[in-house]
């Protein structure tokens, strides 16, 4: 071997050397880089800000039972689920849209408290919103009359013409009706969602049956409050169905299912969009998966007296409890997200 070779052998091993090192730091960077990207990804899906929503709230008392008002129930709830949460996701931060009986924010009008619950979630980078409500029905409403016995009824009848005419007093027998609240029929558990199309205004219910397609709760936005520019609706109807609607509809899922297993009578997980009067505005401008939950109807007497018993309170904040926390731990899986609504057997 000459000195030429020697040189480009030499020259050849180091051009490996520096070769190998720069494949190493290569491989290092992307090892980092993709490490780097699954602690960001990690960290995006964890749960650091959860905002609990009690619906209604001050003026606004909402829907109402025998001895109570919604507005006092979800609050009452939803401070258990704080409790409860508190102890059991200690690295999770609470916020509430309102701790008291007030409108969040202090505010008089419901619809510009409606606007600061979702701002509240949003400025605070929440990753879950979750909003509690009770149900009524105009079904469990209705009065009925019904015949409880007879009494005797005093009349006059004239007789004669003119100055002569005289009344004449006679009695006849007539009915005494009783007016009666029929027995409440419509009971139980719903939970909301967004439907993942909600921007193009197709009501699409995933629940049980029509049964209780009467149901009426005052939670819902009147049309001008969601007057967004086409543009921004649809960015956030895109934005909502990308990275939102999977979540939500596994944490309305597992929340109903929950439910079920504690006995109440699940009517599974329900899909709303905003353009019909149905809308709920907060789950719409909230950025960040978002549910709302009907724990019951508080115009039912059984649900009623359930919900504002503190074991009743308790079951239902535990059940919640339960279903965010199989969230959590499906959110370092993602594959596992609930796909379709599973509850829910009919689609109009
Ligand atoms: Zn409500």
Redesign the pocket.
């Known amino acids: 071997m000459d000195m030429e070779n020697l040189i480009v052998k030499k020259n050849t091993k180091m051009l490996h050397a520096s070769k190998n090192l720069s494949k190493f730091v290569l491989t290092a960077i992307t090892a980092l880089l993709i490490l780097g990207l699954l602690t960001a990804n990690a960290q995006k899906s964890d749960l650091k800000t959860i905002v609990i929503d009690p619906?209604?709230g001050g003026v606004d008392v909402?829907?109402g039972g025998k001895y109570t008002r919604?507005a006092m129930l979800?609050l009452e709830i939803s401070l258990k689920v704080r409790e409860l949460l508190v102890k059991e996701l200690p690295d999770v931060k609470i916020l509430m849209t309102r701790d008291k009986d007030i409108l969040p924010g202090n505010l008089s009008n419901k619809d510009a408290a409606l606007k600061w619950r979702a701002n509240f979630a949003n400025e605070n980078n929440a990753d879950l919103f979750v909003s509690i409500?009770?149900?009524s029905s105009p079904a469990n409403q209705r009065y009925e009359k019904r015949k409880v016995g007879t009494r005797e009824e005093t009349y006059y009848v004239k007789s004669g013409k003119g100055s002569k005419a005289k009344k004449i007093k006679k009695t006849r027998t007539v009915p005494v009706y009783e007016r009666y609240r029929s027995p409440a029929t419509v009971l139980g558990t719903q939970t909301y969602v967004l439907a993942s199309d909600w921007y193009k205004g197709k009501v699409a219910s995933a629940g049980r049956s029509s049964a209780i397609q009467d149901y009426v709760?005052?939670?819902t936005a009147t049309g001008e409050l969601l007057q967004l520019d086409p543009v921004e609706a649809r960015i956030k109807a895109q934005q909502y169905a990308k990275y939102f609607f999977q979540k939500s509809l596994t944490l309305a899922t597992y929340v109903e299912e929950e439910f079920a297993t504690i006995g109440r009578n699940s009517w599974g997980v329900w899909q709303r969009d905003w353009a019909g009067a149905q809308g709920i505005y907060v789950l719409s401008a909230t950025q960040m998966p978002s549910i709302l939950i009907?724990t019951g109807f508080i115009d039912h007497p059984d649900e009623e007296e359930y919900l504002m018993s503190p074991e009743g309170q308790e079951e239902m904040a535990r059940s919640i409890i339960r279903a965010i926390k199989r969230y959590r731990d499906v959110l370092q899986n993602p594959e596992k997200l609930v796909e379709q609504p599973t509850t829910g057997s009919e689609t109009d």
């Open positions: 619906g209604h909402g829907a919604e979800s409500h009770l149900n709760d005052a939670d009907e």
